[in-house]
């Protein structure tokens, strides 16, 4: 049946993030904070990072959304914790090329986020799988000054 | 009667396909509707034959363009049964419509300290023009409570009309609950209270009767491409009284009367206020649709679509873990069904549907205080029409089974 399908998008690994994700929570201490919302869908993430001396020392991520964008926040926890900011930046956009089906420089510095590459093929999700990505970007982006914003729809799909 | 609905699907050309290795079932026609061969034909014909701008040239093809567009007013108006074609304006849809209510007509009878009263089901289109109003004039928008399985709660409406209120605007029909609000009762009791009543009929006019008159609605709006009509063409209906006492919204070619160095003069109803070019094609194409409506007969289609919900309701309630939001009992609600499954996040749903070849939406529906309201962040949605048989509704359900299956159990 055409459910199997399914399969290229919700691949085991994918569904184990979404229902165990690491680092759902908050911390105590954290230079960063935002929220991000997915209007039409009404997803909504927050994402904390604590960055010291230009690094990301530790990271939390909370909000509701559908398998996809959890999974990806999870994921996106495991790839960033204990980089440098530029390099968390790089693997943003690596990220954002995977889900559009395109080809990346270095795949295994995504670690279990490549799995979501079968997202290409589901283009009303790709915004699902970036959300998270898109909220570190902005965190990042402001250095810890602790931004609260929305971003709407059209503009996380790039 | 079922049998003559099934054949309906024929003049769909766009049913014909398969999505996903799967016959395509179209289940989001809250959203928008499918068009039969006979509206795109509508539209191409005009255009290959009859295309010019209305009322203004002297030449064949304009006199054809103008008398196609008017003619399709009056088959409007006869549909829901406005007095006059002066009632009837085309606009670009309901969205356009409420925002000439509340920007006109609220500017003519809003001051500040009044109330605009509005519901927990409305859609953002009737929520967002009222707030922007009310901001304006340092008016209230107060909203009407929903009783326990989504209807209108009447006592806190009538608790909530009082002298103060000068605009109601509701939903006739929600477009996530499919619940059918009674409009005429509410007519009398707003009226009372000589209070304004405007009425979002998107979801109402393509699935039942409605008879502007004997509903008592002041306005009333809706749009085409939720009844197989085109894109971008809509109506506002308003009492003539009403009309005539509301300034343009939009000011420009097609609706000045004599323009001089530093006035003009408006057109007379319902041309003022139609400014630039209108949609031609949408008009002939909606009025297509309309003729096209009235040879099923609204009852006709209103008791189908009760019969699909009557025949799969039963069906999804056996399904665990499957919340189905709305009143219970069919009989005030359309062909519409919000729901989610336990544990499985709405856009999961679609798209795993999707896989099935069923399209439903998930989201919010452009109702978020509603969605606050049931605590849900979204839902799937799931909304017959005409073209739509027994056999849809057989997959709809396989589709919610395999898709809980698949995500409840696929694990293991």
């Known amino acids: ?158 | 009667m079922t049998d003559s609905f099934d054949r309906l699907k024929q003049d769909f050309p766009i049913l014909n396909q398969v999505i996903n290795d799967e016959p395509l079932v179209y289940l989001d026609n809250a959203a928008t509707t499918q068009k039969p061969q006979t509206v795109l034909d509508a539209v191409e014909t005009y255009y290959h034959t009859s295309n010019a701008n209305v009322h203004r040239g002297v030449h064949t093809l304009a006199e054809r363009a103008t008398s196609q567009y008017e003619g399709s007013r009056e088959v409007i108006r006869n549909f829901i049964n406005a007095a006059e074609t002066a009632e009837v304006l085309l606009t670009r849809g309901t969205t356009t419509s409420l925002n000439w209510v509340a920007r006109s007509f609220g500017e003519v009878v809003v001051e500040a300290g009044d109330e605009i009263l509005i519901s927990y089901m409305e859609h953002h289109s009737n929520i967002v023009p009222w707030q922007q109003l009310a901001k304006k004039k340092q008016a209230k928008l107060v909203y009407v409570e929903l009783t326990e399985d989504g209807q209108l709660d009447l006592d806190d409406f009538q608790n909530k009309l009082t002298d103060k209120t000068k605009i109601v605007s509701l939903t006739h029909v929600s477009n996530v609950l499919g619940v059918v609000n009674p409009i005429q009762q509410i007519a009398d009791w707003v009226h009372e209270k000589n209070g304004y009543l405007v009425v979002d009929g998107a979801q109402a006019v393509p699935h039942m009767p409605v008879d502007v008159q004997a509903l008592q609605a002041d306005f009333y709006a809706f749009s085409g491409h939720k009844m197989l009509g085109p894109t971008g063409i809509g109506v506002l209906y308003g009492k003539r009284a009403l009309l005539e006492q509301m300034e343009p919204v939009e000011f420009g070619g097609e609706m000045i009367d004599f323009v001089e160095e530093q006035d003009s003069t408006w057109k007379e109803l319902p041309w003022k206020f139609e400014a630039g070019t209108p949609n031609i094609a949408g008009a002939i194409g909606l009025a297509v649709a309309v003729q096209y409506l009235e040879r099923i007969g609204m009852e006709n289609i209103a008791q189908h679509e009760r019969e699909l919900i009557e025949y799969v309701m039963p069906k999804l309630k056996q399904i665990k873990g499957l919340t189905i939001f709305g009143p219970e009992d069919l009989r005030f609600r359309t062909g519409v069904i919000s729901f989610n499954i336990d544990g499985v996040h709405p856009h999961d749903v679609a798209t795993a549907m999707d896989m099935e070849g069923v399209a439903v939406r998930a989201g919010h529906h452009c109702a978020q205080p509603l969605m606050t309201y049931l605590n849900q962040p979204a839902t799937a949605r799931a909304s017959f029409y005409i073209y739509n048989t027994k056999a849809d509704a057989d997959k709809f359900v396989e589709a919610i089974l395999a898709t809980k299956e698949f995500f409840l159990n696929g694990l293991n």
């Not at chain 1, 199997?4 to 691949?11: G, V």
């Not at chain 1, 960055?51 to 509701?64: A, L, M, P, T």
């Not at chain 1, 295994?108 to 079968?118: F, H, K, W």
Request: charged residues 25%; contains cysteine; aromatic residues 4%.
């Open chain 1, 1 to 158: 049946m055409a459910l199997t399908k399914l399969d290229q998008l919700y691949r085991a690994v994918i569904l184990e993030h979404s229902q165990t994700p690491r680092r759902r929570g908050t911390l105590d201490e954290s230079t960063t904070q935002i929220e991000l919302r997915n209007p039409t869908c009404g997803d909504v993430i927050q994402v904390q990072l604590n960055i010291q001396d230009g690094v990301v020392k530790d990271v939390r991520f909370d909000g509701s959304g559908c398998t996809i964008s959890l999974a990806s926040a999870s994921m996106m926890t495991d790839a960033i914790i204990g980089k440098p900011i530029e390099e968390a930046l790089n693997l943003s956009k690596e990220f954002s090329q995977v889900v559009q089906g395109n080809e990346t420089e270095d795949q295994n510095a995504l670690g279990d986020a490549m799995m979501l590459s079968g997202v290409s093929k589901f283009p009303a999700r790709i915004k699902c799988a970036t959300l998270s990505w898109k909220a570190l970007e902005k965190a990042l982006a402001n250095q810890g000054t602790g931004v609260d914003g929305q971003m709407r729809h059209e503009e996380i799909t790039e």
